[in-house]
C-alpha cells in the first residue's frame, strides 16, 4: 500500500509555548512522494534572494583594482584573495561610478539609492522587497554592526522607504534570532531561561523525519544542526558578556561587542539561515557606518578605522598597514557569507545559485572620496539571470543607478527609469557591454627651469611605503616622480585620474637623474573630465 502527499512552502515545525520553526526547501514541496521516495517538479521554481553586504570608508585603490585582463581572463587583487576561490561565482563590476567627490553621508545614500540626490524614493532594495515578500514572515531585514554616528545620521543607513526615509536598523544577533524563530509575545528578559527551541519542536520534526525521503532527512538532520549551532553560538556570546557577574545597572552598554568577529559571523549564520528557511528574501547588512568609527582591537589594530582610512593625509605605514588589515577582514567577511550561502542546498541547486548578492562599497578611494572606481561585485546566479565568472570593465563610468535599474528588472520589476539612470547596466546577463579599451597616445616630458610638464599614465605607487607618492610613466625615460601635499592631492583630484594618461604641469626638480613635481600647476585628461568641479558626489 502506497501512500502520496505533500507539504506547504510555509510549513513551520510547532512546539511548546507557541514556537514555531520555519524550514528549508524539502522535496516533499514541490512533488508528490510515493513510499518515501519524492518525486520532483520542474513546473515551481525557487524563490529569487536579494542580499547587499556594505563594506565602510572605501578602499586603498591600488590594493583593491584589478589593472589589466580580459573579461574571462583576470588576475584578481590581493585585496580580493580571501574571496578568490569564489571567482567562478562572481561579476566583478569596474569603472562604476561617476566623477567627483563623495561625502560618507553620500555615498550610502548612493549604494543603494543610486544617487546622492535621490532622496524622496525607495532604495532599490525596498523596491525588490515588495516584489518578492511574496507570504514570507518577513518582508525584509536591515542590519548592521554598529550604532548610530550622532554626527551625521546618514552615514548610518543605507535603505530607505518609499519617502526616502532612513528604515532603522538591528546590531543584535540575539534579538534578530528572537525575531526570525521564536514567539515574538516571549518575555525578552526570559531567554536565558527559554529551553532550546529545538528541544520543542523536537516531536514534530521527528515525525516529519519519518514520512521524508533520504534526501529530506539529510537537509533535515543539516537544518536542524545548523540551528543548534547558532543557538549555541549565541548563548556563547551571551555567556561572555555576563562575565563577571557585577551590577550591570550601574554600566552603560558598550557601542560595539566584545568581540566583533563573532558578533558578524553569528549574523551572517543567521542571514543565511532566515533566506534558507524563506523567513525573509530581501537582506541588508552594513559591515559599518560609511564613516565608521569601529576599533578593531581583536586584529591587534588601536586607531579609528576612519582615521585610518585617510592614509594619504594620515601617511604612515603602519597606519596603512592596519587599514589593509581591516580591508583584508571585510573581504573574509564576504568570503564567509558567499561559502554559507553555497553549502545550503537549495531546490536544485544551492541557496547561492538562487540569490543575487550586492557587495561593495560607496566611494573608491578611501582618503580622497572619488565617486569613481566604486568596488562593486555582485555574487550569485541569481536564478540563472547573472552570467559570472566574469570581470567587466565599462569603457566609460557608469552610474550606480544603471546597475539598480538592471537589478530591478532581474527581480522582474518593470521600470523605466531609477534615481540617475533610465539605460540599465548591459552585461549583467553575460549579453554586450562597452569593454574598456586602451587608446594610443604619446608620452613625453619637458623641463624649463623649475617647471616640468609631462604626458603619460599616471598610476599610484607600488611600494606601500610610499603610498602618497604617485608616477607618470614615459616610455623609454624613468617616470616622473610626483610629491605633492595635500591640498594639491585633493584639490586637482589625483586620485580619479590614475590609470589614465594625462598631461600634468607643476613646479619641482631633478634627483638622480629622476624629475620630482612637488607643485601641481594645471592637469589635463587625454580622454576624460580634468576638473574635478565643485559638486561633493
Avoid at 521564536?182 to 519542536?201: A, F, G, K, T
Amino acid at each position: 500500500m502506497s501512500r502520496s502527499w505533500k507539504i506547504d512552502r510555509r510549513t513551520f515545525l510547532r512546539g511548546t509555548a507557541g514556537a514555531l520553526l520555519p524550514l528549508p526547501f524539502l522535496n516533499l514541496m514541490e512533488g508528490k512522494v510515493s513510499n518515501g521516495l519524492a518525486k520532483g517538479s520542474a513546473t515551481e521554481s525557487p524563490p529569487l534572494r536579494f542580499l547587499t553586504l556594505f563594506k565602510p570608508n572605501g578602499v586603498h585603490p591600488p590594493s583593491w583594482n584589478i589593472n589589466g585582463g580580459t573579461e574571462f581572463d583576470f588576475r584578481m587583487s590581493p585585496l580580493m584573495a580571501p574571496f578568490a576561490k569564489h571567482k567562478d561565482d562572481l561579476l566583478i563590476l569596474d569603472n562604476m561610478g561617476d566623477f567627483g567627490f563623495s561625502s560618507h553621508a553620500n555615498s550610502t545614500r548612493r549604494f543603494l539609492a543610486g544617487h546622492h540626490e535621490n532622496k524622496d524614493t525607495a532604495s532599490v532594495d525596498q523596491i525588490i522587497a515588495d516584489k518578492i515578500g511574496g507570504d514570507t514572515a518577513h518582508r525584509s531585514l536591515e542590519l548592521t554592526t554598529e550604532g548610530l554616528f550622532t554626527g551625521q545620521f546618514g552615514c548610518s543607513y543605507i535603505s530607505y522607504d518609499k519617502d526616502g526615509g532612513a528604515i532603522p536598523r538591528e546590531s543584535d544577533p540575539q534579538l534578530v534570532f528572537d525575531r526570525l524563530f521564536r514567539n515574538p509575545m516571549s518575555d525578552p528578559d526570559q531567554r536565558q531561561s527559554m529551553s532550546s527551541l529545538l528541544d520543542r519542536v523536537k516531536g514534530d520534526a521527528n515525525a516529519l523525519s519519518r514520512r521524508s525521503g533520504y534526501e529530506d532527512r539529510q537537509t533535515l538532520d543539516e537544518y536542524l544542526t545548523v540551528v543548534r549551532e547558532t543557538e549555541r553560538r549565541i548563548q556563547n556570546m551571551e555567556q561572555a558578556k555576563a562575565q563577571p557577574r557585577i551590577d550591570l545597572g550601574s554600566l552603560q552598554r558598550p557601542p560595539v561587542g566584545a568581540n566583533l568577529n563573532e558578533q558578524v559571523e553569528a549574523m551572517i549564520d543567521l542571514i543565511a539561515l532566515a533566506l534558507w528557511t524563506d523567513s525573509t528574501r530581501c537582506i541588508t547588512y552594513m559591515l559599518g557606518n560609511s564613516n565608521s568609527r569601529m576599533v578593531f582591537d581583536f586584529l591587534g589594530i588601536p586607531e579609528q578605522h576612519h582615521y585610518l582610512s585617510h592614509f594619504f593625509r594620515n601617511f604612515s605605514r603602519k597606519n596603512l598597514d592596519s587599514l589593509l588589515k581591516i580591508s583584508l577582514w571585510h573581504m573574509e567577511k564576504f568570503d564567509y557569507l558567499l561559502t554559507k550561502l553555497k553549502s545550503y542546498k537549495d531546490h536544485n541547486g544551492s541557496l547561492l545559485d538562487h540569490s543575487a548578492v550586492l557587495f561593495g562599497s560607496g566611494m573608491g578611494h578611501s582618503d580622497n572620496h572619488t565617486a569613481q572606481r566604486i568596488p562593486i561585485v555582485l555574487a550569485g546566479g541569481g536564478g540563472g539571470r547573472i552570467k559570472t565568472g566574469r570581470y567587466v570593465r565599462y569603457s566609460e563610468n557608469q552610474e550606480l543607478s544603471s546597475l539598480h535599474l538592471s537589478l530591478l528588472k532581474l527581480f522582474g520589476i518593470e521600470a523605466e527609469s531609477y534615481s540617475a539612470s533610465d539605460t540599465p547596466l548591459p552585461g549583467i546577463d553575460g549579453g554586450y557591454f562597452p569593454e574598456f579599451q586602451e587608446r594610443s597616445f604619446d608620452s613625453w616630458v619637458t623641463r624649463q627651469g623649475g617647471s616640468i610638464t609631462a604626458q603619460g599614465r599616471l598610476r599610484m605607487s607600488d611600494n606601500l611605503d610610499e603610498a602618497k607618492v604617485f608616477y607618470i610613466d614615459i616610455e623609454g625615460k624613468l617616470p616622473v616622480r610626483i610629491e605633492i601635499e595635500f591640498r594639491d592631492f585633493h584639490d586637482f583630484n589625483l586620485a580619479y585620474h590614475v590609470g589614465t594618461p594625462i598631461t600634468l604641469s607643476g613646479d619641482g626638480s631633478e634627483n638622480s637623474n629622476q624629475l620630482i613635481i612637488t607643485k601641481i600647476k594645471d592637469i589635463k585628461s587625454l580622454f576624460g573630465n580634468s576638473k574635478p568641479g565643485t559638486q561633493k558626489g
